[in-house]
């Protein structure tokens, strides 16, 4: 098993410094060749807008969806990245999604920086309750199929649909491993 | 925001923090109109800086810098969704309380700014909102994060197009964290003293060997080759100000500054971002100046 995590803006670093305390293989992904290498992938935090760009420019999108119906690549998306995954992206000038997920999702939901917060929430399979960050954050409006994996203030927070996780909230800002855990057995 | 330790060695604990994070590999680009803010998301700007003036307008026209009219803010943050910055003058407390009040997302107490207190920066661990601040040397940095600063870039010279003192920030900063290794915690200690700095926060630098929050580069840069120079040299990321609206075509500059910063390490990519650009913007010899920004805030 090799993870990569789209390192083309945002906080890749952090989720590859989780992936390493696991002791799990893992590389940034930058370009097709490097998609080729990993049979997971993590989509980080940051600007939806400009991560999506870059994923159109490199072709490494395109890339990402033909793996993903040949069903030979797990996806874990944080804030940004659940935008990404999203088929429909609500809110001020959306990004282009990859449309790989069935939800229904709205960007800067919560509002400015100064709504950013961070809360315990429960999360099926884990025994204790997260403390999760959340940063200028979006919120799951519909969920479709997805099984909900977590929720926060009557929204979902964390959900999957067959390979792909979606989450809204930054468990690698703090170094929390138990998220990626469950995405590793994707 | 308290502080805890954790795995990333001694980044302070806080939302603040975490949204510099999300800004890493990006480009923050100064905008003075909605429009230009649009341009700026379009072209891939992972923030923009409300101001009134670029840096080069306020070195060329001269007088007292301030904050910009709330009303030029207010649209600019209805124009964009990505996160919206706005500077105040050095030790302007009210202005900063003005731009909380507006919920933009980010404060850059600014030396571009005429200074507004001769003796004390903001005490920015009164804000819920995070602030950048800009530094020389390592010394400097170290102070405004013990002021609470979520976030520090270089000084370089703004409005210059000249990205020689940006590198030497950067460098410098580097040089003295390595040299922070080979103090003693006497040396460490006095070090520290000198510096105005307290002694635990010089120590987070000596072990972790990097500053304790996100790091990026600003002042003078104007060409995707000189976005890629700084992130090979270890910035996180990059402010450019007059180097997009001063140059000739500004929207295939923004756009080449945000490819080269992401793709720097891979310089055929590069030579294609570079290949057949509109005129940068005219640059400046900082021997020629008759204002530093840089020396402004100590």
């Not at chain 1, 997971?40 to 395109?62: C, D, N, Q, Y």
């Not at chain 2, 910063?261 to 290949?275: F, G, M």
Request: charged fraction near 25%; aromatic fraction near 4%; hydrophobic fraction near 45%.
């Amino acid at each position: 098993m090799t993870v990569g995590v789209l390192a083309f803006h945002g906080d890749f670093a952090e989720h590859l410094e989780v992936l390493r305390n696991l002791k799990v293989k893992c590389i940034e992904v930058l370009s097709l060749d490097d998609l080729k290498k990993v049979s997971h992938l993590i989509i980080p935090g940051g600007e939806s807008t400009v991560i999506g760009k870059f994923l159109e420019s490199t072709g490494v999108g395109a890339a990402i969806k033909k793996r993903v119906n040949k069903r030979s690549l797990a996806i874990y998306g944080t804030c940004a990245g659940a935008i990404l995954l999203a088929r429909t992206v609500k809110g001020k000038n959306p990004p282009k999604s990859l449309k790989l997920m069935n939800i229904t999702i709205e960007r800067n939901a919560y509002g400015s920086q100064m709504q950013s917060f961070q809360a315990d929430i429960g999360v099926k399979g884990l025994a204790k309750p997260l403390p999760a960050t959340f940063i200028r954050a979006p919120i799951i409006l519909d969920h479709g199929s997805a099984e909900i994996l977590a929720e926060y203030g009557g929204h979902p927070v964390l959900v999957r649909e067959g390979r792909i996780l979606a989450g809204t909230f930054h468990p690698e800002v703090r170094g929390q491993e138990q998220i990626h855990r469950i995405f590793l057995t994707m | 925001m308290a502080k805890r330790r954790n795995i990333y060695g001694s980044f302070p604990v806080g939302t603040g923090y975490d949204l510099a994070r999300m800004l890493k590999g990006g480009v923050i680009m100064d905008v003075v109109t909605p429009a230009q803010a649009v341009i700026a998301e379009k072209a891939g700007a992972c923030a923009v800086m409300a101001l009134e003036r670029v840096p080069s307008d306020i070195r060329s026209q001269g007088g007292v810098a301030r904050m910009s009219d709330p009303k030029l803010i207010k649209a600019i943050q209805r124009a964009v969704s990505i996160p919206v910055m706005a500077k105040i003058r050095i030790g302007h407390t009210a202005e900063a309380r003005i731009l909380e009040a507006l919920e933009i997302d980010f404060i850059d107490e600014s030396e571009v700014l005429t200074p507004a207190d001769p003796f004390a920066h903001v005490n920015k661990r009164l804000f819920r909102i995070p602030f950048v601040c800009g530094a020389v040397n390592l010394g400097e940095a170290l102070r405004r994060i013990n002021e609470g600063a979520a976030m520090i870039r270089t000084k370089g010279e703004a409005g210059t197009g000249n990205v020689i003192e940006a590198v030497r920030h950067l460098k410098l900063i580097r040089k003295e964290i390595a040299s922070l290794k080979e103090m003693s915690s006497a040396q460490l200690g006095k070090w520290a003293e000198n510096e105005r700095v307290p002694i635990e926060i010089a120590g987070m630098v000596k072990k972790d060997q990097r500053l304790p929050v996100v790091t990026f580069v600003a002042g003078g840069v104007a060409t995707p080759a000189d976005a890629a120079l700084l992130m090979e040299l270890g910035a996180e990321g990059v402010f450019v100000g007059s180097g997009i609206f001063k140059s000739a075509d500004p929207r295939r500059t923004a756009k080449a500054l945000v490819q080269a910063t992401v793709h720097y390490r891979d310089a055929k990519k590069l030579a294609e971002i570079s290949t057949g650009l509109p005129q940068p913007m005219a640059g400046l010899e900082i021997g020629t100046l008759e204002t530093r920004m840089q020396g402004r805030g100590w």
